[in-house]
């Protein structure tokens, strides 16, 4: 019980914290913090934990496997949020989540695409999501190439059960600042860029962008979703 009570407060004050950082960051930017959602990324976390969070007022989670989310699903008190999906999907798991999820961030390909799409008709609704961009070009990572986003995006826009609300990034680990920066202004420079092209059916308006080490850096680039994990809620094991 004892280590749970300093869980919670711990999440407590950390939630304080980083709403302070959210909201200096988006001021420092000419920004409303009005505009910055908070996502709780909550892999890892119990699920009595991310209820704690939530009776604090976090009001989206997000979790990246599909394994763990369905497992906690039924003990976390979804009536009271949103909830997303922000991690790597396969093809054959999208039917598993899709009348659990308000938005999936990690769109990258066209047969994924169009699974959703199918699923989402299926469940009678349209799903919102997001394109996951390769904005390092990193071997290890999934996401479309910077330079092939607009192509898919293109290809997606004629899918009626889904709606593409904007871009998702996780940029290369770095200890150097502006580097990162470098690649958040590259996310909202993709952003920028394709919203101008007017593709019939797509209107874009979210950059989900920033995490524990990087969020505040994030907000002053444009990022509408930060999606925060072990900030809140302590270093996973
Ligand atoms: C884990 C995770 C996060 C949060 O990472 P932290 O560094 O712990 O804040 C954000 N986005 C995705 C896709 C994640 O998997």
């Not at 919670?8 to 959602?37: C, H, K, Q, T, W």
């Not at 989540?97 to 609704?125: C, F, G, P, T």
């Not at 910077?146 to 004629?158: F, K």
């Amino acid at each position: 019980m004892e280590a749970l009570f300093d869980r919670y407060s711990a999440v407590e004050e950390n939630l304080r914290d980083i709403r302070a950082s959210i909201e200096r960051a988006a001021r420092s930017a000419g920004r409303s913090p009005d505009e910055i959602l908070l996502l709780a990324a909550t892999k890892t976390v119990p699920a009595e934990v991310i209820n704690h969070a939530i009776s604090l007022g976090v009001t989206c989670i997000g979790e990246n496997r599909v394994q763990e989310f369905l497992e906690k699903y039924d003990s976390v008190r979804h009536e009271e949020v949103q909830c997303h999906f922000i991690g790597h999907l396969q093809t054959n798991k999208v039917a598993a989540i899709i009348d659990k999820v308000s938005m999936i961030h990690s769109v990258d390909r066209l047969r994924l695409a169009e699974e959703i799409d199918r699923q989402s008709e299926k469940a009678h609704k349209v799903m919102d999501v997001l394109v996951e961009v390769n904005i390092g070009g990193e071997e290890s990572k999934s996401g479309v190439s910077p330079d092939e986003a607009e192509v898919l995006i293109r290809e997606m826009a004629g899918l009626p059960h889904i709606r593409i609300r904007g871009l998702m990034c996780i940029p290369p680990f770095s200890d150097d600042m502006e580097q990162t920066d470098g690649y958040f202004f590259k996310m909202r420079k993709l952003f920028i860029d394709i919203t101008g092209k007017k593709i019939d059916n797509v209107s874009m308006d979210i950059l989900s962008m920033g995490m524990s080490d990087d969020y505040e850096q994030a907000i002053c680039k444009g990022a509408g979703i930060v999606r925060i994990g072990s900030a809140l809620f302590g270093r996973r094991q």
